[in-house]
DNA sequence: GGAGGTTGTCATTCC
DNA sequence: CAGGAATGACAACCT
């Protein structure tokens, strides 16, 4: 289409200033777009949300796995009614491993052993004694789906067969801990894969770099944002996890993993998400890969390489210095728009003075200022073998020097595209910049004014002291370099407010959906638990109802109850005396 | 023409 | 102490 208007003079030359060109449209929009459009940020916030969400429900389903494991340990410390053996903490946990029949099987009474049992307690132990009398007391096996689901043997120890759930679950250190959460996951998911409920194993997501925490230069923010994650607050969330694993280690929680539906509840769907998002890393890399093939911007504008001598600078030097005399002297004062407006010139004629349209109209004028300048007030730096030398050895790229006159090359020629609002908002960044420039050009100070701001001050206050500059050119570079890196600092500090905001949406989403589903698991759990009782309390009757005494008489539920030894046996014990017991 | 967003700049504080 | 980052506030500009 557009080629069709363009003179074919160098049709091989402008297709390659073609493709350079909307290559570097693309480029510009893409990043732009990243950074300043609201529905982009909120799709990678999205994004973003997506793989926090990943995130969120595989640490989920560490903790639901360490709940379920401390949660048969913590109930023996509340009740009493299961001794711990005197083995250490990790054999504590590597007995929590076990099934809960094995569990049963450890019962044993404790110094209270005469003491009466509480009756839900001992439906408890019936129900785990009995697992054959309803499903909730089956349930348990299914816990570990690594464990063979234990049937009625009461005698089965398998202290060392879950070696990956004996591990201890308290870490170091926040790395430790998310290495380990996703050894973690990926023990569950060699458990699912062997259990059959994933087909492919999923290989563990590379923990997420920050790659907000490196934002130094504008180039990064317009261009490394594909993830959008702020670094605090993905801080936050790692540290938020590590706490709540830690703090979930001591909740005791029996119900919710006693139930099978409810463990593929859990499990699958979010493998299966993991499954689905495992592309994420994918598109990062594609993105950096992008930032990669940038190609590497020159050191120098293209303006630069017609740098002339020192000595031309002559009478149009002068003529062009009565023509800007806003040099405010370089004063920071001056930088102020009430002071660059021609009334308030500092000089006092109001002549020469030039406000920032002013400046606008001229920069966007062909053929303009821009050339001219150029032309007259070429950079003497650019003559300076050393100081280019210093560029280059602290790696200072000119990014929008360098793309800038490809864009104006672009319009002049007609290549440009309808103008985007990026566009505006980008020539007026433009304007912006060039109104220093202008004040440097009309000081005759002889440096580039991205050179002026990104040069490290070392080699900024060597090439000062090289050049000898006057009070004004010296207090306009300072002020140029000060105003440069506070913009840059201003964007910066903008990028990261409302990364901030968009972290603390998300944080305050995430907490929604977390209580959402906590308060679904607490009324899920409160249904089980009450079946449970109920079952329990058929099969305590039908026990009862089968004891007989000497005399073939039933014993009554409301004088006895049944209390279980270490050894697996059964006993029936007069309530009367559990009562008499209890109040010694 | 006014509201709201964007950007640059200044002043200030802190590291 | 200088340099610079961070940030609130303000103004100019744009949509």
Not at 540 to 558: A, C, H, I, R, W
């Amino acid at each position: 289409m557009m080629e069709i208007e363009l003179p074919k003079v160098h049709p091989s030359q402008q297709d390659i200033d073609l493709i350079d060109i909307l290559w570097r449209q693309d480029i510009d929009l893409g990043a732009g777009r990243e950074v300043f459009d609201i529905s982009y940020r909120q799709k990678e916030v999205q994004l973003q949300r997506q793989k926090e969400l990943e995130e969120e429900k595989r640490q989920q389903i560490v903790r639901e796995q360490e709940k379920a494991l401390l949660a048969q340990l913590q109930l023996d410390e509340e009740t009493g009614e299961f001794v711990p053996r005197s083995t250490p903490t990790n054999n504590a946990l590597t007995q929590a491993n076990t099934a809960p029949a094995e569990i049963t099987q450890n019962v044993a009474f404790t110094e209270e052993d005469g003491d009466a049992m509480s009756f839900d307690e001992c439906m408890q132990l019936l129900a785990e004694t009995f697992p054959l009398v309803e499903p909730a007391a089956a349930a348990p096996p299914c816990l570990d789906p690594s464990i063979p689901p234990c049937t009625d043997s009461t005698h089965l120890m398998m202290p060392g067969e879950i070696p990956m759930l004996t591990q201890n679950p308290l870490l170091p250190g926040p790395m430790d801990q998310t290495w380990m959460d996703l050894q973690h996951c990926m023990n569950i998911q060699e458990i699912l894969d062997m259990s059959g409920y994933v087909n492919t194993a999923q290989p563990p997501n590379i923990p997420e770099s920050n790659y907000s925490q490196y934002l130094p230069k504008l180039s990064d923010v317009t261009t490394g944002t594909a993830d959008m994650c702020p670094p605090e607050y993905m801080n936050t969330y790692d540290g938020g996890y590590s706490n709540v694993n830690q703090m979930s280690l001591k909740t005791p929680d029996i119900n919710e993993s006693f139930v099978p539906d409810e463990f593929c509840d859990m499990f699958y769907p979010d493998l299966e998400a993991k499954v689905n998002s495992a592309s994420l890393p994918c598109e990062d890399g594609n993105t950096d890969g992008q930032i990669d093939e940038l190609p590497n911007t020159p050191l120098l504008k293209p303006m630069d390489l017609h740098s002339l001598s020192p000595g031309q600078f002559s009478t149009e030097k002068t003529k062009d210095m009565a023509e800007f005399p806003d040099s405010d002297s370089g004063l920071s004062l001056d930088a102020s728009p009430k002071s660059s407006s021609p009334g308030k010139s500092l000089h006092g004629d109001g002549s020469g003075g030039f406000s920032d349209s002013d400046m606008d109209e001229m920069e966007s004028s062909p053929g303009s200022m821009e050339s001219d300048y150029a032309e007259m007030f070429p950079l003497l730096f650019l003559s300076d073998g050393p100081q280019h030398s210093l560029s280059e050895k602290s790696g200072i790229t000119l990014d929008e020097t360098d793309k800038q006159p490809k864009t104006e090359q672009a319009e002049a020629s007609g290549y440009s595209k309808p103008p985007f609002t990026k566009d505006k908002q980008k020539k007026r960044s433009e304007a912006r910049l060039s109104r220093d420039e202008e004040r440097a050009r009309a000081l005759q100070i002889p440096f580039d004014v991205e050179l002026i701001i990104n040069m490290p001050v070392d080699d900024f206050n060597e090439m000062m002291a090289k050049h000898q500059l006057n009070e004004a050119q010296l207090a306009l570079v300072r002020d140029i370099r000060r105003r440069g890196k506070n913009k840059v600092a201003a964007q910066n500090c903008r990028k990261r407010k409302m990364e901030n905001i968009m972290g603390l949406e998300y944080e305050l989403d995430s907490l929604k959906e977390e209580k959402d589903r906590l308060m679904k698991e607490k009324s899920k759990n409160s249904r089980s638990l009450r079946e449970m009782k109920q079952q329990l309390s058929s099969l305590y009757l039908e026990v009862f109802s089968m004891l007989t005494d000497e005399q073939g008489k039933p014993y009554s539920p409301n004088d006895y109850s049944l209390q279980q030894t270490s050894d697996g046996s059964v006993f029936l014990v007069p309530r009367v005396k559990k009562t008499l017991a209890k109040s010694n």
